[in-house]
């Protein structure tokens, strides 16, 4: 173990922190020690940063631990305006200087997030809730119980991809001129990827103009432009996204835009009256 640099051995010294975020691949590191703490090669930054007290039970969702810090640095500007578009992964870990190593003491990932002046209240859950265990059941309903592309509708989204330059953004309507080779509403309901992986739903598909449920901070840094909600255009002549269609759930939907009945989720032939109810249905 290292200490600012320095070989560290403090018998019986106090327990320090280490938190780890990795956010698709970057990775930020802190301690809430006062200064640099070196371990397994990977220097942990001193910040003003704590979590609550970690609890174990029998109800996973009861493990889950808030970590605070204020609102500076590069790992905080994703919370600023903006939400974070990837899942963020979290690992403290406690050791004691002197100790022969530093244990995991917690491991799990970012469900929620809120600021409250000039603080950042991180909401984690425990990594044991990513485990698979039942979930509902599937509902008798008319509409298509599937989201598409989902497991269920199994629908191979690359199949049905249309590639595409975004030419002008104005706030959350993006102008695309290859969504105009298909009928308005054609992709409504669907998603657009961008070039970081993130996606967006799509509220509303007219022409060439696609409407995006919130902003994306991807697109906006590539612009190059320091603000949101300003109508501006891509002065290096477009950039690249990948468009989904949409599906209404309906039976129609299901068997002409996709021919996916055989997946199709719904129960069209619901009877109005229900044949339980100790009435003759005739």
């Known amino acids: 173990m290292a200490y600012n640099d320095q070989e560290v051995s ?153 590639y595409g330059e975004v030419s002008v953004v104005s706030t959350l309507v993006l102008t695309i001129p290859e969504a105009a080779l298909q009928a308005d509403g054609y992709f409504t309901a669907g998603a657009i990827e961008f070039t970081d992986g993130s996606f967006r739903l799509i509220l509303s598909h007219v022409g060439d103009q696609i409407t995006i449920n919130r902003a994306s901070r991807y697109l906006i840094n590539s612009v190059g432009v320091g603000g949101y909600g300003l109508d501006y255009g891509l002065a290096y002549g477009g950039h690249g996204v990948i468009l989904y269609p949409g599906c209404d759930r309906t039976l129609a939907t299901c068997r002409d835009k996709f021919n996916n009945l055989l997946n199709q989720g719904g129960f069209k032939w619901i009877p109005d009256k229900n044949p339980m109810g100790g009435s003759s249905i005739v």
Not at 78 to 94: A, M, N
Request: hydrophobic share 35%; aromatic share 14%; with cysteine.
């Open 10 to 162: 403090i018998e019986g010294g106090a327990p320090y922190f280490l938190y780890e975020f990795n956010s698709n691949g970057a990775i930020y590191r802190y301690t809430d020690y006062p200064e640099i703490i070196t371990y397994a090669a990977e220097d942990y930054n001193p910040f003003p940063i704590k979590h609550t007290e970690i609890k174990q039970s029998n109800e996973m969702s009861k493990n889950g631990v808030s970590v605070t810090f204020p609102i500076q640095g590069a790992f905080a500007d994703q919370f600023v305006g903006w939400s974070p578009d990837h899942i963020i992964s979290v690992t403290i870990k406690r050791g004691h200087f002197g100790a022969v190593d530093t244990l995991v003491y917690w491991k799990g990932r970012i469900a929620s997030h809120t600021i409250k002046n000039d603080t950042i209240d991180l909401k984690c859950e425990s990594i044991f809730t990513s485990l698979k265990r039942a979930g509902a059941r599937a509902r008798f309903q008319r509409s298509c119980r599937h989201a598409v592309y989902s497991n269920g509708c199994n629908l191979d989204r690359a199949a049905f991809a249309t």
